[in-house]
């Protein structure tokens, strides 16, 4: 590895497989991958690669059917239930394509939200949240409801409430899948902001090349394991397996680029 240092996630042998119409489907195959603390990684792949179900894995929302996702060295999915939704409350925040907003609530109340479902008091929960929207560009938009944002705004509410419990890994699912190009733009420069400002460890899936552009370290998922999206980056040395360093992607489609629909996981719900 070019760093003497234990990863923050350690994904080993990862195996996912689903049951679809009598078949069973095997998404990710003995995955291997290393990320570090601060890292900004971007994972591209054809529709129906894996992609959003390893993110859902990443960010414990959905188990492995085989291998071990390690956090700090401990095996996350070796906790109880309730210890698990503790850890994924505490050190992950989720941004999605949809920012899932409450209508009826302002941007402030919004972001507040995590902090009161956690119990900490309205004035902290309203500190802490000004000073998220104030992050983001949005000290004058605090107390305007969804409905009066645009969806730039409101997806910056949304990636203000993921943060809110500072937590140590910020997964995104396609943040920009619904947005113009200027608007997606300024969205990326947020997610680059936020991880030199903060070091919070951000990790997109994406179908937008330009989005992926901005992430130091690009990813492929091709054939259930996951590439370099630029065949002998440098920058992925440590982070997956050596022998895959220089393979080329064995799925047609990938080898072509993203594709503009999405999961097999979506197709399974």
Do not use: C, W, Y
Request: no cysteine; glycine share 8%; proline share 5%.
């Amino acid at each position: 590895m070019t760093e003497e240092r234990r990863p923050l996630i350690e994904i080993q042998k990862l195996t996912k497989r689903f049951s679809l119409r009598g078949n069973e489907l095997t998404v990710l195959r003995e995955l291997d991958l290393s990320i570090f603390a601060g890292d900004r990684i971007a994972i591209m792949g054809a529709s129906g690669a894996g992609k959003s179900t390893l993110l859902q894995i990443i960010g414990t929302l959905d188990s492995p059917s085989s291998g071990r996702v390690l956090f700090d060295g401990e095996d996350v999915f070796g906790r109880s239930s309730a210890a698990l939704a503790r850890f994924r409350n505490e050190q992950i925040g989720f941004v999605f394509q949809f920012h899932h907003l409450l209508p009826e609530f302002t941007a402030l109340e919004n972001v507040m939200l995590p902090g009161l479902i956690g119990r900490k008091s309205r004035a902290e929960s309203e500190k802490r949240a000004e000073e998220l929207l104030e992050l983001v560009g949005l000290q004058s938009r605090m107390h305007h409801q969804p409905g009066e944002l645009s969806g730039g705004e409101q997806q910056r509410v949304a990636i203000s409430r993921a943060l809110f419990m500072k937590p140590r890994m910020l997964l995104t699912d396609e943040p920009t899948g619904n947005l113009d190009l200027k608007t997606g733009a300024g969205i990326h420069a947020i997610l680059r902001d936020l991880n030199e400002q903060t070091g919070v460890t951000v990790i997109v899936v994406t179908h937008d090349p330009r989005l992926a552009d901005e992430m130091p370290i690009r990813l492929l998922v091709d054939d259930g394991k996951l590439l370099p999206f630029a065949k002998g980056d440098a920058r992925v040395h440590g982070r997956v397996p050596e022998n895959l360093l220089h393979h080329d992607p064995l799925d047609s489609r990938a080898a072509r680029g993203p594709a503009a629909d999405d999961e097999v996981a979506a197709e399974l719900e």
